[in-house]
T-cell receptor
Framework: QKEVEQNSGPLSVPEGAIASLNCTYS??????FFWYRQYSGKSPELIMF????GDKEDGRFTAQLNKASQYVSLLIRDSQPSDSATYLC?????????????FGKGTKLSVIP | EAQVTQNPRYLITVTGKKLTVTCSQN?????MSWYRQDPGLGLRQIYY???????DKGDVPEGYKVSRKEKRNFPLILESPSPNQTSLYFC???????????FGSGTQLSVL
């Protein structure tokens, strides 16, 4: 079963705190991992991608990948109310074919002022 | 402006009445895809296309058809819509890497 799993939340953090969003996936051989942000009533937008084990930083966002544990996470530092959205993890699962992208169900984040 | 354009934005129809949702991108992207988004089920891939005349099924292709006659256009066809196809539909395109998707604004479809 090809799966991408996320906690649905909601995850509530105070403004200025670090928000940690987690994702696990089923296929050990998967190579490409993506995080999308979706505001209510809007379409998803790509915010981070990572291919190699370790951390990748872009501004306040850090993506972390651990292929051995089949785990990818997104950290948002200095969280702002404007970060309140649903965050979708997406994986190019090897078992699903090289041209398919499988999404998790998303984690809803609320940043409390 | 670089964009993926879907039409219509909202559509209400009745069971069995054929419909087409159009999708067009102006970024010269090779890869295009259709997703549906349902509460509690997330985004699920319906069909995708790697290039002109090349399409393949995603996870939930039943009841849908697609065609890719031109690079920029990738319409989604429901030949006999049913109520279980009521959903929010997104078209997306990518320059090459499957995961770097640009999404359209979405089409909210209701089948009565």
């Amino acid at each position: 079963q090809k799966e991408v799993e996320q906690n649905s939340g909601p995850l509530s953090v105070p403004e200025g705190a670090i928000a940690s969003l987690n994702c696990t996936y089923s296929d050990r051989g998967s190579q490409s991992f993506f995080w999308y942000r979706q505001y209510s009533g809007k379409s998803p937008e790509l915010i981070m991608f990572i291919y190699s084990n370790g951390d990748k930083e872009d501004g306040r966002f850090t993506a972390q990948l651990n292929k051995a544990s089949q785990y990818v996470s997104l950290l948002i530092r200095d969280s702002q109310p404007s970060d309140s959205a649903t965050y979708l993890c997406a994986v190019n699962l090897i078992g699903a074919g090289s041209y398919q992208l499988t999404f998790g169900k998303g984690t809803k984040l609320s940043v409390i002022p | 402006e670089a964009q993926v354009t879907q039409n219509p934005r909202y559509l209400i129809t009745v069971t069995g009445k054929k419909l087409t949702v159009t999708c067009s991108q102006n970024m010269n992207h090779e890869y295009m895809s259709w997703y549906r988004q349902d509460p509690g089920l997330g985004l699920r891939q319906i069909y995708y296309s790697m290039n002109v005349e090349v399409t393949d099924k995603g996870d939930v292709p039943e009841g849908y058809k697609v065609s890719r006659k031109e690079k920029r256009n990738f319409p989604l066809i429901l030949e006999s819509p049913s109520p279980n196809q009521t959903s929010l539909y997104f078209c997306a395109s990518s320059p090459g890497t499957v995961g770097k998707l640009f999404f359209g604004s979405g089409t909210q479809l209701s089948v009565l």
